[in-house]
Nanobody, 126 residues
Framework: QLQLVESGGGLVQPGGSLRLSCAAS????????IGWFRQAPGKEREGVSC????????NYADSVKGRFTISRDNAKNTVNLQMNSLKPEDTAIYYC???????????????????WGRGTQVTVSS
């Protein structure tokens, strides 16, 4: 069974950092495009960042550009999201998603993904 598990969330003060990890079980992430999404209370889910199979391309939402970095760690079978300079508006449940693909292109829309984790809570507050 294909499963994704997010970890690394928590409570952090504004300006702080967190590193989220998305770990796969039952499959290797090498052949998958990966996306990170978030959903804040009362808001729709939005895309945060995405990375192509092989890690050749990445993309970021304007709201996180320059603060967040997505990366792949094939040895650990994880995809990480380094989040720096966190703001209260970054507070949300963060989800990772995977889609097996034979091409090295970015997939950044939530409808393109068919394997989802359960999410990890990120709270930015003083």
């Amino acid at each position: 069974q294909l499963q994704l598990v997010e970890s690394g969330g928590g409570l952090v003060q504004p300006g702080g950092s967190l590193r989220l990890s998305c770990a796969a079980s039952g499959f290797t992430l090498d052949n998958y495009a990966i996306g990170w999404f978030r959903q804040a209370p009362g808001k729709e889910r939005e895309g945060v960042s995405c990375i192509s199979r092989g890690g050749y391309s990445t993309n970021y939402a304007d709201s996180v550009k320059g603060r967040f970095t997505i990366s792949r760690d094939n040895a650990k079978n994880t995809v990480n999201l380094q989040m720096n300079s966190l703001k209260p508006e970054d507070t949300a449940i963060y989800y990772c998603a995977a889609k097996r693909t034979g091409v090295f292109k970015l997939l950044c829309g939530s409808l393109e993904y068919d394997v989802w984790g359960r999410g990890t809570q990120v709270t930015v507050s003083s």
